[in-house]
């Protein structure tokens, strides 16, 4: 199973807007309506944002939000700010003997 | 408050063994699904391992499949990841994770992480 492809980095203003994609196939991403999105700071654990493809859990600022068409999710950065910066991985379930798949991740900077 | 937090990582000699633990807390541990997920040096996050909440379903990657095992403690609230024949493609920082999935009730996400631990596999 390969990793589900995003751009390696996205740089953008503050109070800009940016979106991340995440492209896989129809077995992953395309399948399912399970694609999560985690930030993650240098030095630090993955952080959860998004779930089952645009749901926000509790404590996640509404800036963020997800979406799907296809085989490929985004996540978008409304308003961007500077702590915002950080790398992101999506993920998605398979229904096989691996169940999930990770992103390559994207690198998001503010400029 | 939920807290995960690993132990058991360090530097092993290719061919080696290692346990990882992650002691959980702030939950009911029987209830939730559990997994391990890596993340190398500079490099992205891989799936490692899943255990269901009862501990009778386990499913590996296969880049670690015959090698790792995933266990859990229900009673001791821990959760276990048997490293063995390690390599070292298996340098990494492991990650325990919740997953959302509760009773039973899928949800196929990762809701809480620990902060890591480093396993290096190096002669």
């Known amino acids: 199973q390969s990793a589900l492809t995003q751009p390696a980095s996205v740089s953008g203003s503050p109070g800009q807007s940016i979106t991340i994609s995440c492209t896989g196939t129809?077995?992953?991403?395309?399948?399912?309506?399970?694609v999560s999105w985690y930030q993650q700071h240098p030095g630090k654990a993955p952080k959860l944002m998004i779930y089952?493809?645009?749901n926000r859990p509790s404590g996640v600022s509404n800036r963020f939000s997800g979406s799907k068409s296809g085989n490929t999710a985004s996540l978008t950065i409304s308003g961007l700010q500077a702590e915002d910066e950080a790398d992101y991985f999506c993920?998605?379930?398979?229904?096989?003997?691996?169940?999930?798949?990770f992103g390559t991740g994207t690198k998001v900077t503010v400029l | 408050e939920v807290q995960l937090v690993e132990s058991g990582g360090g530097l092993v000699q290719p061919g080696g063994s290692l346990r990882l633990s992650c002691a959980a807390s702030?939950?009911?541990?029987?209830?939730?699904?559990m997994n391990w997920v890596r993340q190398a040096p500079e490099k992205g996050l891989e799936w490692v391992s899943r255990?269901?909440?009862?501990?009778?379903?386990?499913y590996h990657a296969e880049s670690v499949k015959g090698r790792f095992t995933i266990s859990r403690d229900n009673p001791k609230n821990t959760l276990y990841l048997q490293m063995n024949s390690l390599r070292a493609e298996d340098t990494a920082v492991y990650y325990c994770?919740?997953?959302?999935?509760?009773?039973?009730?899928?949800?196929?996400?990762?809701?809480?992480w620990g902060q890591g631990s480093l396993v290096t596999v190096s002669s």
């Open positions: 994770a919740r997953e959302g999935t509760h009773y039973g009730d899928f949800r196929p996400y990762f809701d809480y």
């Open positions: 702030g939950f009911t541990f029987s209830s939730y699904a």
């Open positions: 255990i269901s909440g009862s501990g009778d379903t386990t």
């Open positions: 129809s077995s992953d991403v395309g399948g399912y309506n399970y």
């Open positions: 089952d493809v645009s």
């Open positions: 993920n998605s379930y398979i229904s096989s003997s691996t169940l999930y798949v």
